[in-house]
């Protein structure tokens, strides 16, 4: 069984920056595209990156492409999301999955079956 733990979370003022990290145990990542999703109350569930394990194919949203960076660390298990200039609208639950989507589905958050409990981001305006 997969298990995804997010930290790294926090309350940070617009323009700050914040790096999360999702580790993961129970697997074989190799085998995983690893993605970071977003929620905010009263919105669905929003796609912000992804990276393949093997080969390292790398995929944002629109809303995030230039500020946000997904890097990961294979030797720890460990995928990573660089968060900078963060704005009010970026404070939301964020959430680590793991899955194998093909590219056409990379943005869908069913096409990833294992998910972290979520860690808080509040961005002070």
């Known amino acids: 069984q997969v298990q995804l733990v997010e930290s790294g979370g926090g309350l940070v003022q617009e323009g700050d920056s914040l790096r999360l990290s999702c580790a993961g145990s129970?697997?074989?990542?190799?085998?995983?595209?690893m993605g970071w999703f977003r929620q905010a109350p009263g919105k669905e569930r929003e796609f912000l990156a992804a990276k393949r394990w093997i080969g390292g194919g790398t995929y944002y949203s629109d809303s995030v492409k230039g500020r946000f960076t997904i890097s990961r660390d294979n030797a720890k298990s460990t995928i990573y999301l660089q968060m900078d200039n963060l704005k009010s609208e970026d404070t939301a639950v964020y959430y680590c999955?793991?899955?194998?989507?093909?590219?056409?589905?990379?943005?869908?958050?069913?096409?990833?079956?294992?998910w972290g409990q979520g860690t808080q981001v509040t961005v002070s305006s």
């Open positions: 999955a793991a899955g194998r989507p093909i590219t056409s589905t990379m943005k869908l958050a069913r096409s990833y079956a294992y």
């Open positions: 129970g697997g074989s990542f190799s085998d995983y595209t």
